[in-house]
C-alpha cells in the first residue's frame, strides 16, 4: 500500500472531530472525502500532509511513518490548500515561478507559461494577481497540477470551489490522468463528480461525521 491510515482520531479542544478512520490507497487510486463543514475534511487533509501538531502515529507512506522520514515524504505530496500561497503584486507567471522555487523545483520559464496555459490564465500570465478574479487566483496555484513530474501523492482542498465548468472540466481530466499513470489523489469537495467518467478506476469515498 502507498498511503495508509490506521484508526486515526483526531479532536480539537473538547470536541472529537472524528474517530477509528481507517484506508489504504494504493498507486492508481483516489480518495473523495465529503462531510458538512466542521466535520474535521481539512484537519484529516492536514494530518495526512504531516503538517499538523497533532500525533499522526497511523499514517503511513510506503510502509513508514510520515514523520520517520519528512524530507522523503513531502518529497512525493503536493499539498494545496484553501490559502493559495499567491502574492498580490507579483504577476501569474512570477508567482507560479516563486512557489517553483519554494519547492525546490527546476521549471523553465516554458514549463510555466504551458502550465499557465493549459489552465486557462493565457490572458493573465502577466497581469498582477491583486486583480485577478477568486477564480483566477486559484488557477494559478492550481497550474502546479500541470507542471510536469509531478508528486506521486496529491492533496487538494476544496480544488473545484470558485472555478468554472470548463475549469472543472480540465482539472478532473488532469487528476484523473495522474491517477491513470499510477499517482494517488487525495480531494474535498462539496461538489460530485462522476470521476470514473473520466480516470479508468472510480474515486474511493470516505464520509467524515454521523
Known amino acids: 500500500m502507498?498511503?495508509?491510515?490506521?484508526?486515526?482520531?483526531?479532536?480539537?479542544?473538547?470536541?472529537q472531530l472524528f474517530s477509528?478512520?481507517?484506508?489504504?490507497?494504493?498507486?492508481?487510486?483516489?480518495?473523495?472525502v465529503t462531510?458538512?463543514?466542521g466535520a474535521g475534511k481539512t484537519s484529516l487533509l492536514r494530518l495526512l500532509c504531516g503538517l499538523s501538531s497533532a500525533r499522526a502515529d497511523g499514517i503511513l507512506?510506503?510502509?513508514?511513518?510520515?514523520n520517520e522520514d519528512r524530507y522523503f515524504f513531502h518529497s512525493e505530496l503536493l499539498y494545496i490548500?484553501?490559502?493559495?500561497?499567491?502574492?498580490?503584486?507579483?504577476?501569474a507567471f512570477e508567482n507560479l515561478h516563486h512557489i517553483s522555487q519554494l519547492n525546490a523545483r527546476h521549471d523553465t520559464q516554458a514549463q510555466i507559461i504551458n502550465a499557465l496555459l493549459a489552465i486557462g490564465l493565457s490572458a493573465q500570465v502577466n497581469l498582477p494577481a491583486r486583480v485577478l478574479s477568486q477564480g483566477q487566483q486559484k488557477r494559478v496555484a492550481l497550474a502546479r497540477l500541470f507542471l510536469p513530474d509531478l508528486p506521486t501523492l496529491l492533496i487538494l482542498d476544496e480544488p473545484f470551489s470558485a472555478l468554472d465548468n470548463a475549469s472543472i472540466t480540465?482539472?478532473?481530466?488532469?487528476?484523473?490522468q495522474h491517477v491513470d499513470q499510477g499517482g494517488i489523489v487525495?480531494?474535498?469537495?462539496?461538489?460530485?463528480?462522476?470521476?470514473h467518467?473520466?480516470?479508468?478506476?472510480?474515486?474511493?469515498r470516505l464520509h467524515l461525521g454521523s
Not at 20 to 32: K, P, R, T, V
Not at 186 to 195: A, D, G, L, P, R
Open 2 to 15: 502507498a498511503l495508509t491510515v490506521h484508526n486515526l482520531t483526531y479532536s480539537r479542544g473538547e470536541r
Open 20 to 32: 477509528d478512520i481507517s484506508f489504504d490507497l494504493q498507486a492508481g487510486e483516489s480518495l473523495w
Open 35 to 37: 462531510g458538512s463543514n
Open 61 to 66: 507512506w510506503k510502509g513508514r511513518l510520515i
Open 81 to 91: 490548500g484553501h490559502q493559495y500561497g499567491i502574492k498580490a503584486d507579483l504577476n
Open 170 to 176: 480540465l482539472l478532473l481530466t488532469r487528476l484523473a
Open 186 to 195: 487525495v480531494y474535498t469537495s462539496h461538489q460530485e463528480f462522476n470521476f
Open 197 to 204: 467518467q473520466y480516470a479508468s478506476v472510480a474515486s474511493k
